[in-house]
């Protein structure tokens, strides 16, 4: 398997500084952008505006995260804003499969995410429409919880069924993950590792993200 990709979590960034914390992990892979809309989850961040602001600091991959009610409504907005990988939630649309299409279409990467009380067997008729399967480790909506001890389990049974369908596909896992568990996260066979507190909670970032990978070697 390719590298392990590190997406720090710009939920847990200071934005009164956020050039300063975007330039602190430029040796990361991916900037995760989590968009919540006090609806699918009980908290609020950012839209397309805030989006492509930040687009103007960066060349990082932009991963967005919706963790909003009808992704359909909104994806060609956080693409023209500049989001390189979208992902919505199987649970926030009755038709993901044709959602799915409509992203790739835009030249984006699609992701699905599921939360913790789906199971990965929801994925099986959508697998190959997919670039990237999201599985959260915490119940979405705020950084700084604790991860869920069956998402271990959970990223095992995707990797199974990435491996047989859609190798290609990235396997990305979200909350509560730190320097105590990734390894065994990888293990299980993660791709993509997103982390808000246990990288901007920390004097240096930029540090914490470059000693994280060198526990992967
Ligand atoms: C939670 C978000 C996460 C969040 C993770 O709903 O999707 O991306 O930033 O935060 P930590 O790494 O602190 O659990
Ligand atoms: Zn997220």
């Given at each position: 398997m390719s590298a392990v990709k590190f997406a720090p979590s710009l939920?847990?960034?200071d934005f009164s500084r956020i050039a300063e914390q975007i330039a602190a992990v430029s040796d990361a892979d991916w900037l995760h952008l989590d968009v919540m809309d006090?609806?699918?989850?009980p908290n609020i961040t950012w839209g397309p505006k805030i989006i492509g602001d930040l687009r103007k600091l960066s060349k990082a991959t932009f991963d967005a995260h919706l963790m909003i009610v009808e992704p359909e409504r909104y994806v060609d907005a956080f693409r023209e804003a500049g989001a390189d990988i979208i992902t919505f939630h199987?649970?926030?649309?009755?038709?993901a499969q044709r959602l799915l299409a409509h992203v790739r279409s835009t030249g984006a990467k699609a992701g699905i995410a599921i939360c913790p009380?789906?199971?990965?067997?929801?994925l099986q008729d959508v697998i190959e429409d997919c670039d990237l399967v999201l599985v959260m480790s915490?119940?979405?909506?705020?950084?700084g919880q604790s991860f869920i001890p069956r998402s271990l389990e959970k990223l095992r049974e995707a990797r199974a069924l990435i491996d047989a369908r859609n190798p290609a596909c990235e396997l990305e896992v979200d909350g509560g993950i730190g320097e105590g568990n990734l390894t065994e996260i990888v293990a299980a066979g993660a791709s993509a590792l997103v982390m808000g507190s246990s990288i901007f909670g920390t004097a240096d970032p930029g540090a914490t993200v470059r000693r994280m990978r060198s526990l992967l070697h």
């Open positions: 939920l847990s960034a006090g609806r699918f989850v199987l649970e926030a649309t009755p038709h009380q789906t199971p990965v067997a929801m915490v119940n979405p909506g705020f950084g």
